[in-house]
């Protein structure tokens, strides 16, 4: 009975910490290469980049890129990288300007991408505004096939993130973990007809 006390007392005044987490829609545009028909190609990127912020210490306690689109066969898939930022910086802070610098990265496909924008105080969801980039532009490369896109090619081209402010908003009012939200916007692709790659 003491030992479930102090385990009551721990949680009330010790409650779980979350991060604040960010939800990006992605767009991107890619020019490639068919690798098996050796022709040139054009695909879309689109999906979510999650990210759990640690506000105070202005650093990403994890990331996560979920790609949606389809195979070469048309089928509708769904794929998920964790830890994929890769580099995360403040790269110029003035008085009234404060711009970001993120770079995202996964080996097994290649895929890398760096991205700039200017931060803004914005409500996220949380009670507090925070200083966050509603907009994130630059370019992709990704030197391997990747599923989810149309064509088993490679290529590069632009790519940008716009915060999705409701995702965002409902994510922290609900106080879930990184993990939670991605489960969210997983099973909400799935049930729009995206399968698990």
Not at 96 to 116: C, H, M, P, Q, V
């Amino acid at each position: 009975m003491i030992k479930l006390l102090t385990l009551l007392t721990v949680f009330i005044l010790c409650p779980p910490a979350y991060g604040e987490i960010l939800v990006y829609k992605i767009a991107g545009n890619i020019d490639g290469i068919d690798l098996e028909e050796e022709n040139n190609v054009k695909m879309k990127l689109r999906g979510y980049l999650l990210m759990d912020m640690d506000f105070t210490q202005n650093e990403i306690a994890g990331s996560t890129l979920i790609l949606s689109g389809s195979d070469d066969s048309q089928v509708d898939l769904q794929e998920t990288i964790d830890n994929i930022v890769y580099e995360f910086n403040v790269i110029e802070k003035t008085s009234k300007y404060e711009y970001l610098s993120i770079e995202f990265f996964d080996e097994g496909y290649g895929f890398d991408a760096i991205l700039t924008g200017k931060t803004k105080n914005t409500a996220i969801g949380s009670g507090n505004k925070q200083r966050v980039a509603k907009t994130l532009k630059g370019s992709v490369i990704c030197s391997e096939a990747i599923p989810v896109l149309d064509h088993n090619s490679m290529g590069s081209g632009s790519i940008a993130l716009r915060l999705s402010l409701s995702k965002t908003s409902s994510t922290n009012r609900e106080r879930m973990s990184l993990r939670q939200a991605v489960i969210t916007i997983q099973e909400a692709l799935y049930n729009s007809g995206h399968e698990y790659y």
